[in-house]
């Protein structure tokens, strides 16, 4: 007898099948085909042991998930993060399918990741865990299979380890096995600012369609890693005022705007935007409810509920992290006629320069970063402009036009391919 599934709201793998499902429904997908794409391909997990520095040994839970590779080899980044659990990295995965059909880049999704908090690992303690990891997800990895790349609490020193790993185990080196890379080993110009910069892409595009000007502009960025310091930095240069930005204690506010530049300066020599002088202390909660033109939540999942999409006051949304908003938040969200740019296409920037790092590895040839930022927002214009036709066209919101895009893309990908044997 079935089990019914207990659906949580903020369960990240039951989000992403809701978002799916809304889809699947509208395009009327055939049976056969739902079945498949509403799974993950291959899920691995593996326990791992790392010797710390003090000789004692810990034993790490890491993952890696491949959703579909019907459109080409899987893709998708690692994670180091104490909450990632099995169904974080299936929806991360499976949010990687989409995003790479969204901007018509020929890959499948994938994730990894592994339940760690980083921060308390000594530089050596770090690079034995990448090491390891890296070799326990060797048999699935390799750049015409499955490429992972930097995500949440990971890095391009990371990545560095990771793709010597590989190369190790090879004998050679093979710097197309991962993305994200120090542009000294193999990695690309632009890559850094990617995710950041597609955030922006899209914000300007989506403020051009609400008729509202990018001067001045008041803009709140929720995490100020990778995707929120580069989103707030480019945002200010695009003009806009940055008025509050935030880290997992919690961020920093300034009515009149605050200077991004230093504060990743500050961030980057103390670890911390904790004791920039001058400035509000304010909480996450408090800084989401803030009244705003753009809300750039890029942090981490379940941001915007159906506990606080009430009351948050942004005209725009763009998801620079994947996942922020749940189902039920974006119900309240479409209702209170907020306009949202889901994460598949907003934050698809990193994927796309990731795409570019990999083809240039691949054919060792390497372009200048004026070259990479120009193909990027060509990518990003064209996908933004396609997604809002489809939003226009079937009246529906900008994330489940984005899905029918892509959703589209993977099940004809799918069923050319047929099923095998
Ligand atoms: P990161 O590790 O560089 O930064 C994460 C930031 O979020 C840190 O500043 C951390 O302090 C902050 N944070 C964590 N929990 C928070 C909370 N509850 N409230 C406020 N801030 C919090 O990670 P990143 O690479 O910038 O990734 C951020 C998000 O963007 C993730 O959802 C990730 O999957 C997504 N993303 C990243 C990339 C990429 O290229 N790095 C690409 C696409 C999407």
């Known amino acids: 007898m079935a089990v019914a599934q207990q659906i949580s709201e903020t369960n990240p793998w039951h989000t992403a099948q809701h978002q799916f499902d809304e889809a699947a429904d509208m395009l009327k997908l055939d049976p056969g085909l739902r079945v498949i794409l509403r799974e993950v391909q291959r899920e691995f997990t593996c326990h791992f042991p790392v010797q710390m520095d003090d000789g004692s040994v810990r034993c790490y839970t890491g993952y890696r998930v491949q959703h579909n590779i019907n459109r080409g080899p899987a893709k998708g980044g690692l994670r180091f993060h104490p909450d990632v659990s099995l169904d974080e990295v299936k929806a991360l995965a499976m949010w990687m399918t989409w995003k790479c059909a969204v901007v018509n880049i020929p890959y499948g999704g994938a994730k990894g990741g592994v339940i760690v908090d980083p921060r308390k690992l000594s530089p050596s303690e770090l690079e034995h865990l990448t090491r390891r990891f890296a070799t326990e997800i060797s048999i699935l990895v390799g750049p015409d299979r499955d490429i992972p790349a930097p995500d949440v609490g990971t890095n391009a020193q990371v990545m560095a380890w990771f793709m010597d790993t590989i190369s190790m185990h090879k004998g050679y080196s093979v710097p197309a096995t991962v993305t994200g890379k120090p542009v000294e080993v193999g990695g690309s110009l632009g890559r850094t600012d990617a995710t950041g910069r597609g955030v922006m892409i899209c914000t300007l595009a989506a403020l051009e369609h609400l008729g509202l000007k990018p001067f001045g502009a008041k803009v709140v960025v929720q995490g100020f890693g990778n995707v929120g310091s580069v989103s707030a930095r480019l945002l200010e240069e695009a003009g806009c005022t940055v008025i509050a930005v935030s880290e997992d204690y919690g961020g920093i506010y300034n ?94 920037g990193g994927v796309t320069v990731s795409y570019f790092e990999w083809v240039q590895d691949l054919q060792s040839f390497f372009w200048s970063e004026h070259e990479i930022n120009q193909r990027l927002e060509t990518i990003m214009q064209r996908s933004f402009r396609e997604v809002l036709a489809i939003m226009k066209e079937k009246q529906v919101d900008l994330r489940l036009a984005a899905y029918l895009l892509a959703v589209r893309r993977v099940s004809e990908a799918t069923a050319e391919r047929g099923i095998y044997p």
């Open 255 to 348: 009515p009149h705007g605050l200077p991004i530049r230093k504060l990743i300066e500050h961030r980057a020599r103390e670890g911390t935007l904790k004791d920039f002088p001058g400035i509000e202390v304010i909480s996450n909660d408090d800084l989401l409810r803030l009244e705003c033109d753009v809300l750039v939540p890029a942090a981490l999942e379940n941001q915007i509920t159906s506990r606080n999409a009430g009351e948050i006051r942004a005209k725009l949304i763009v998801e620079g992290a994947n996942g922020p908003t749940t189902p039920g938040g974006d119900e309240i969200l479409h209702r209170r006629k907020i306009f949202l740019v889901p994460d598949i296409l907003a934050n698809a």
